[in-house]
């Protein structure tokens, strides 16, 4: 999407709108009527503190905005620009993600809980981040699309919570999993060719077709209780092979 987009244009870089008037907006939503966002130009906004709960932020244009701590529970972000974005210590539980522009994004601490997250995340930091139970794997529906799944290559990740998560087919190459929670995940599929897994428990994931090439998998944690480790693929080629 970024090579048919012209990242300095006022539609990437203006605001159409200033924070007062998306509180007034806000406040006039409803749980009968959440408020409705959909396509506008938020870039560079300080909208940090809001409540965006069940809000539809479809395809708007939020490119270094400012949303730390905000609640964006439910939300639909679905083929937002998010480029830069500040959403640490933000709640995005259960929002939907699809398609979602979010280089250079910062979720540190950020709660993405059972959120559905097709987005492009390459070199996002999400040190700390919740994703537990979260749905980044492909969507098999829509392949006139390209294969969508979370792309989170050379990613933060160091210390995250990805328990119960669904990495199926995810990209996550060159990312830094450090300590991170991997419990019961579902990485089958896997792009992980140079990540840095050193750390992280790994109790009941499930590994198989995993591409472990040239990954560090040094000091693994809950190792014998993880699945199809022996079937994950270039094993042998990892830099730093997990202790047995």
Do not use: C, Y
Request: hydrophobic share 45%; glycine share 10%.
């Amino acid at each position: 999407m970024l090579t048919h987009a012209d990242m300095q244009s006022p539609e990437m870089t203006e605001a159409e709108m200033s924070r007062a008037e998306v509180e007034a907006l806000l406040a006039a939503a409803s749980m009968e009527q959440p408020a409705d966002l959909s396509g506008r130009r938020l870039n560079g906004l300080d909208l940090s503190g809001l409540d965006f709960g069940r809000a539809s932020l479809r395809t708007a244009r939020l490119n270094k905005t400012r949303l730390a701590g905000a609640k964006l529970d439910g939300a639909v972000l679905d083929q937002a620009w998010m480029i830069d974005a500040d959403l640490s210590d933000a709640s995005l539980q259960g929002a939907s993600l699809f398609g979602t522009q979010m280089i250079g994004a910062h979720l540190d601490r950020a709660n993405l809980s059972r959120a559905r997250i097709t987005a492009d995340l390459t070199r996002a930091s999400l040190v700390g981040a919740k994703l537990a139970g979260a749905n980044l794997s492909a969507d098999m529906r829509n392949q006139s699309m390209g294969l969508m799944r979370g792309n989170l290559t050379s990613a933060r990740l160091s210390g995250a919570d990805l328990t119960d998560a669904n990495l199926g087919r995810v990209v996550l190459d060159f990312a830094d999993l450090t300590g991170a929670d991997l419990s019961r995940a579902n990485l089958t599929g896997a792009e992980l060719g140079g990540a840095d897994l050193t750390g992280a428990r790994v109790s009941g994931a499930n590994f198989a077709g995993a591409d472990l090439n040239s990954a560090k998998l040094a000091k693994l944690r809950g190792l014998p209780e993880a699945l199809g480790f022996d079937r994950a693929r270039n094993l042998d080629l990892a830099t730093t092979p997990p202790a047995q």
